[in-house]
């Protein structure tokens, strides 16, 4: 069976200092990752994902992701926060695509 | 290009009433899924269907029923209504390719169940 965990329920960061928010997987076979953002009152935007290749992933709205395979991690970066990254964040996991699993999110708060 | 679109956006329902959430898509997405949002614990699946005509069980079905009649359109019932079921629900589509395979999501039902 797949499971995420996002070890962290909430990251403090000051604007303008990297981020990190981290996610850890499980999956039996080649993992398909995804990064989802929520803001309040509003569903889920995708962020970025991994199916293959390189392992520095590059997303939307400067936002990039490291899937390393030995520690089965995907944590989410970005160089420099913004208050608007403020939000929930989610990872997630699935088996080509039919199944998403998804951690129990992290909140992001980025203080000004 | 409305990508999915769930409704009814908000409702109150009183404990053992019924209603149906429908979620359409416009992306001609194979699969469709419908998830409950619960403070602390994530998006937890509730059904999923990869195709017109299919439905299956999801992490945690009880109460809930799914039809998928067609292939744009993904319904989820709740036939007697329990305030356990007071949630945020989003329903999500799919096209499991070798390029596409995140989800789309829509913008969620805000469900109390009183």
């Known amino acids: 069976a797949q499971s995420v965990a996002q070890p962290e329920d909430q990251v403090n960061v000051a604007e303008g200092n990297p981020l990190t928010v981290k996610c850890t997987y499980s999956?039996?076979?080649?993992?398909?990752l995804f990064w989802y953002v929520q803001y309040p009152n509003r569903g889920l935007q995708f962020l970025l994902k991994y199916i293959t290749g390189d392992n520095l992933v590059k997303g939307s709205y400067g936002f990039e992701a490291e899937f390393n395979k030995s520690q089965t991690s995907f944590h989410l970066k970005k160089p420099s926060a913004l208050v608007s990254d403020s939000a929930l964040y989610f990872c997630?996991?699935?088996?080509?695509?039919?199944?998403?699993?998804f951690g129990p999110g992290t909140r992001l708060s980025v203080l000004p | 290009n409305a990508g999915v679109t769930q409704t009814p956006k908000f409702r109150v329902l009183k404990t053992g009433q019924s209603m149906t959430l429908l979620c359409a898509q416009d992306m001609n997405h194979e699969y469709m899924y419908w998830y409950r949002q619960d403070p602390g614990m994530g998006l937890r699946l509730i059904h999923y269907?990869?195709?017109?005509?299919?439905?299956a069980k999801g992490e945690v079905p009880d109460g809930y029923n799914v039809s998928r009649l067609k292939k744009q359109n993904f319904l989820l019932g709740l036939e007697s209504a329990a305030p356990s079921q007071t949630s945020v629900y989003f329903c999500?589509?799919?096209?499991?390719?070798?390029?596409?395979?995140?989800?789309?999501f829509g913008q969620g039902t805000r469900l109390t169940v009183v």
């Open positions: 999956v039996s076979g080649n993992p398909y």
């Open positions: 269907s990869v195709g017109e005509g299919t439905t």
């Open positions: 997630a996991v699935t088996d080509y695509g039919q199944n998403f699993v």
């Open positions: 999500a589509s799919s096209s499991p390719t070798d390029m596409n395979t995140e989800a789309f």
